[in-house]
């Protein structure tokens, strides 16, 4: 059972009792990413996430990675381009000295200088890292062109320029615009302690709320088409369809036209390109939700010799499926196949306190599974039809990586 509150301050708090474990999993979940930062500040959403582990002012960054591992527990976090969540799991008699350490990490940390120069290289690292796998990067450049002129066409690691320029003043700026208790939500789901509440009210009630309410601003979908070349062996493909937003209750027909495209290995997409024609290792789809808008993307990579074969054969799942619909067993199986990863993928505590946690963060409603598998089992052909119909309606957004040589 799901149990909400608000404290004082405003910050929502989301509980869900599991008594039948002994582990607790807490994330704090605030509502900025990549889509918030101006052009000049891309990427500061997630060096603070790093800076976060990076001293407070009562504990070293040895000294927090110490505290988690002297009680056996796990912390770490996250940046995506909507939101940002600092997250622990532990056994259920340390949960107290978890939120203590959490609570810390966001009220106090230092972002001291010298610390700041030295994660700056680590970023840096990591950008690199990304740059040099063109299965990776590839998706950054599918959103550069699907939301161009936007923040959400923007990485959210930045750039190496970007990132060379910030300084701590603006870290601290940006915290403090939001890193407030409006935007912010606390998610606790396992044996949770039955004064979780008076716990976060003493660590987290003084947090205080925005003094500015702007936040973003929405844009349409762009259809065009972006090619690199690289130190490559393969040419790695993108396709981005216009998608549906978070809410959207076609999210869930969304679910299992892509299943049958590329979300499984029963999928047309994985039987068709590297099954039936061995043109691909990895070939797959999926879709991506924000709050107003998404984007379905479709990926494979082959030989450039091999890349027009494999080009056509996408188009051609894609304009079947749209003039054709998923055939009843198609439909059938993807439902039972989805109700089951549904069920799976929440009977351990951590994937509970993620999902409660973004839904709260983003005013959604924390439907229980028996109401999600029914959503599902609602989908038909009609429904398949409809969103077909509107999805591939228009040419897809393109990007692709291909060889130097070529």
């Known amino acids: 059972m799901i149990n909400k509150y608000t404290l004082n301050n405003g910050l929502r708090v989301v509980e869900e009792q599991l008594s039948a474990v002994r582990s607790v999993s807490i994330g704090i979940w605030i509502l900025t990413g990549s889509r918030n930062e101006p052009k000049s500040l891309n990427g500061i959403s997630h060096l603070i996430e790093h800076m976060l582990f990076k001293g407070t002012k009562n504990r070293s960054a040895k000294e927090i990675a110490e505290a988690f591992d002297s009680i056996g527990g796990h912390i770490n976090a996250f940046t995506s381009k909507e939101y940002t969540c600092l997250y622990a799991k532990v056994i259920d008699e340390h949960i107290e000295t978890a939120v203590s350490i959490l609570s810390d990490m ?125 130190d490559i062996k393969q040419a790695h493909l993108c396709l981005g369809y216009n998608g549906v937003p978070v809410g959207d209750e076609s999210v869930y027909t969304l679910s299992v036209l892509n299943n049958v495209l590329g979300g499984s290995m029963s999928s047309r997409l994985f039987q068709q390109i590297r099954e039936e024609k061995g043109l691909s ?60 990863q549904l069920v799976l993928g929440l009977e351990n505590p951590s994937s509970r306190m993620s999902r409660n946690g973004r839904n709260e963060l983003l005013d959604q409603p924390h439907r229980t599974i028996d109401e999600l598998m029914l959503k599902l089992e609602e989908v038909d052909h009609d429904a398949i039809h409809d969103l077909t119909s509107q999805l591939f309606d228009h040419d897809p957004a393109r990007a692709l990586i291909l060889p130097e040589s070529i």
């Open 106 to 230: 966001i009220n106090h940390s230092l972002f001291d200088e010298e610390e700041l120069e030295r994660e700056k290289k680590v970023v840096l690292e990591e950008i690199l890292m990304t740059e040099d796998t063109p299965d990776d990067i590839i998706h950054d450049y599918l959103h550069e062109v699907s939301f161009k002129g936007h923040p959400l066409a923007q990485p959210i690691l930045g750039n190496k320029e970007t990132l060379n320029n910030f300084s701590r003043a603006d870290l601290l700026a940006y915290v403090d615009r939001y890193y407030t208790s409006d935007r912010m939500v606390i998610s606790v789901a396992g044996n949770v302690p039955s004064n979780f509440n008076e716990i976060v009210s003493e660590q987290f009630g003084s947090i205080r709320p925005s003094r500015n309410q702007q936040d973003y601003f929405t844009k349409t979908f762009t259809v065009d088409s972006l090619v690199k070349q690289d």
């Open 281 to 340: 290792y990895a070939t797959f789809s999926y879709h991506n939700t924000f709050r107003d808008n998404g984007i379905l993307t479709i990926y494979s990579a082959t030989a450039h010799e091999q890349l027009d074969e494999m080009e056509s054969i996408i188009y051609n799942i894609v304009n079947d499926i749209k003039a054709n619909g998923i055939t009843d067993s198609e439909l059938q199986n993807t439902i039972q196949q989805l109700k089951g």
